[in-house]
C-alpha cells in the first residue's frame, strides 16, 4: 500500500508561483513513475505532468509547458511540480499518483487509468 499526501497549494496572483510537493510512502517510491493530475468544478481531471521512476523521462501538458516543471527526489520519498506563471485556469485541485509499472509511454502517462495510486488533492487558487 502506498500513501501520497500533497502540499503546497494556496491562493496565488496570476503570474505568481507555487511548488506542489507529495510525499509517499513506502520504500519503493524510487521504482514507481509519478504524476500530478487537476481538477478544476464542473471538469474533468486532466493530466498536467509526469516523470519516470528515475527521474529522465518527463511529459507536460501542453497547457504548462515551459511553466511548470516536474521533478522528483527518491532520497526523500518525494515528488514535485513546480508551477511559474500561474494563471486563473490553472485554478484546481492538483493530484499526485503513482504508477507501479515502469513503464512510461506517454500515453501511459497522461491516462488516469495508468495510476495505482492516488493522493488527496491540494487546492491551487489563481486570482486575476
Known amino acids: 500500500q502506498v500513501q501520497l499526501v500533497e502540499s503546497g497549494g494556496g491562493l496565488v496572483q496570476a503570474g505568481g508561483s507555487l511548488r506542489l510537493s507529495c510525499a509517499a510512502s513506502g520504500r519503493t517510491f524510487s521504482s514507481y513513475a509519478m504524476g500530478w493530475f487537476r481538477q478544476a468544478p464542473g471538469r474533468e481531471r486532466e493530466f498536467v505532468a509526469a516523470i519516470s521512476w528515475r527521474g529522465g523521462t518527463k511529459y507536460l501538458a501542453d497547457s504548462v509547458k515551459g511553466r511548470f516543471t516536474i521533478s522528483r527526489d527518491n532520497a526523500k520519498n518525494t515528488v514535485y511540480l513546480q508551477m511559474n506563471s500561474l494563471k486563473p485556469e490553472d485554478t484546481a485541485a492538483y493530484y499526485c499518483?503513482?504508477?507501479?509499472?515502469?513503464?512510461?509511454?506517454?500515453?501511459?502517462?497522461?491516462?488516469?487509468?495508468?495510476?495505482?495510486?492516488w493522493g488527496q488533492g491540494t487546492q491551487v487558487t489563481v486570482s486575476s
Open positions: 499518483a503513482a504508477r507501479t509499472v515502469r513503464t512510461l509511454s506517454l500515453a501511459q502517462a497522461m491516462a488516469d487509468m495508468s495510476y495505482d495510486y
